[in-house]
């Protein structure tokens, strides 16, 4: 039996693209600060091993028809220095872009987060696929692929080495002979690479969990050599557990080839389960979510140019190898219709037959738009009750094709409650996760190790020996 990690993604207004819209839904930023407050106040109660918090550097109208959460939403460390003052003991992951962040201010932020958490923090390193995101740190253009994992590489390098700066007992503090800190235990940083170049050292105690557990999420295969030398936590897209056994096997072997334990790289898949309280009220709330996402035919005018959307007839025609475009997206999809449906359409009109019940021969058949969205929702969903969730989870662990999952909710609080609420429990009564936290950090939490400082030789004292005024010479 698998102990699986399961941890939440965050995203306040919902996670599918018509979540906000959804009845009851949480849609306005300004609110955030509560409802994020309350989803760590439930996600603790029901054990969650971690909230997480992904990141975009940039804005503007075309995501709103693409993904709306990431329109106006609160900075990932932020949050998270804000929810560590509210919570005990759930861990608390930020995302950070490496080929944008300052390392030196990332480092200390986050150091700082898992000291006043307690050892809660962690970190996910990602390299960025928004080209807008130059302009607005002061750079000509995104850079190739190759180049951000470059700098990754330096840059999660030297942030191990700055979190190192000081000796776990550096600072003495001792109030009898005065002597606050040995110099001999803060060491510099001192790295000069092609990409970054820091001196160190850092201005914040080692953190609690020594380094920060780190994630990595990514695709290339260059994300997936980053991930299995440099991550504790590989966060993987999948379309299904049989891609997930596969993506795991792959990172496992390329960590081992790395010269690593591999054991100590967890592979966590993002999936969002559509919860309801029979299969078909389930069904029905992923019918209503579909029916509530704007594609490109609801523009009176056709998308604007500069919207690149894949949720449109056109796209749709590609996939299925029939021109749809022209027909009203609320046609219904008839077997005479789909006769002519490429392999990959055929499977689509399944896929939205078992997340919404609807059928192509049945009273209520699916219609174009239902296709148009599964075709462009590309997280895995899973679309039943709790114990129907919980089952395919276990199922998932005991295939060995993830170490744990990261939670998707499509609406704010509601699907997010009904998982913690409905599902936790599920997935403890079998076993497959723990009912109480046992440990005190985020690394416990995950079965992570508390890692050596880097600075295993002594002797790169940072600051030339001084004589203190009580005549001791350090
Ligand atoms: C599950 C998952 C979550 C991701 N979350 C973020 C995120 O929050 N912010 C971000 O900038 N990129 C995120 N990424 C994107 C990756 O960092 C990456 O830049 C993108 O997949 C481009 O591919 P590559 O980096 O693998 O070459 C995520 C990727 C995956 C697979």
Redesign the pocket.
């Known amino acids: 039996m698998t102990r699986l990690i399961i941890g939440a993604m965050v995203r306040a207004i919902g996670a599918y693209p018509s979540g906000w819209r959804y009845p009851g839904a949480h849609r306005d930023p300004r609110g955030d600060a509560a409802v994020l407050r309350r989803a760590a106040e439930v996600a603790e109660a029901a054990r969650l091993d971690y909230l997480f918090f992904?990141?975009?550097?940039a804005t503007g109208h075309d995501l709103e028809f693409r993904d709306p959460y990431l329109v106006a939403r609160i900075d990932p460390i932020s949050a998270i220095t804000y929810l560590a003052g509210v919570t005990q003991r759930i861990g608390l992951i930020a995302?950070a872009?490496t080929t944008y962040a300052d390392p030196y201010s990332l480092a200390r932020s986050t150091a700082s987060a898992d000291l006043l958490s307690g050892g809660r923090a962690g970190l996910?390193l990602?390299?960025?696929?928004?080209p807008r995101a130059a302009g607005n740190h002061g750079r000509d253009f995104h850079v190739a692929?190759e180049t951000?994992y470059d700098r990754a590489v330096e840059f999660e390098l030297v942030l191990r080495r700055l979190w190192d700066s000081f000796d776990d007992d550096a600072i003495v503090a001792d109030a009898a002979s005065g002597v606050y800190l040995d110099p001999s235990r803060l060491h510099a940083t001192d790295f000069h690479g092609a990409h970054l170049s820091v001196t160190g050292p850092l201005n914040v105690a080692r953190p609690v969990q020594g380094h920060l557990p780190i994630v990595h999420?990514?695709?290339?295969p260059?994300?997936r050599l980053f991930a299995a030398q440099s991550a504790d936590l590989a966060?993987?897209?999948v379309s299904g557990m049989a891609q997930a056994a596969v993506i795991r096997e792959e990172l496992r072997a390329l960590a081992f080839e790395s010269g690593r334990d591999d054991r100590t790289l967890k592979v966590i898949a993002?999936v969002l389960p559509i919860v309801g309280e029979t299969r078909e009220h389930a069904q029905s709330i992923a019918d209503e979510l579909s029916e509530l996402v704007q594609i490109a035919e609801d523009w009176p005018d056709g998308p604007p140019e500069a919207f690149p959307t894949n949720r449109s007839l056109a796209q749709l025609s590609t996939l299925v190898g029939v021109d749809l475009t022209g027909l009203s997206p609320d046609r219904a999809v008839t077997p005479s219709l789909i006769a002519g449906f490429s392999a990959a359409g055929q499977e689509l009109v399944e896929i939205v037959g078992e997340r919404t019940g609807r059928r192509p021969l049945g009273e209520r058949p699916p219609t174009l738009r239902h296709l148009v969205v599964a075709a462009s929702v590309n997280a895995s969903m899973i679309v039943g009750t709790a114990e129907e969730i919980a089952a395919e989870f276990e199922a998932w662990g005991d295939a060995g094709a993830v170490d744990g999952f990261?939670v998707l909710s499509a609406v704010q609080p509601a699907q997010f409650e009904a998982f913690a609420l409905g599902v936790v429990p599920e997935l403890q009564r079998r076993g497959v996760f723990p009912t109480e936290y046992e440990g005190e950090t985020l690394r416990d939490h995950l079965g992570l190790e508390r890692p050596e400082s880097v600075h295993v030789t002594p002797g790169d004292l940072v600051f030339p020996s001084v004589s203190r005024r009580d005549g001791v010479s350090r």
């Open positions: 992904g990141d975009w550097l995302t872009n996910n990602v390299t960025g696929a928004e692929n951000r999420a990514g695709t290339s260059r994300s966060l993987v897209a993002p990261n």
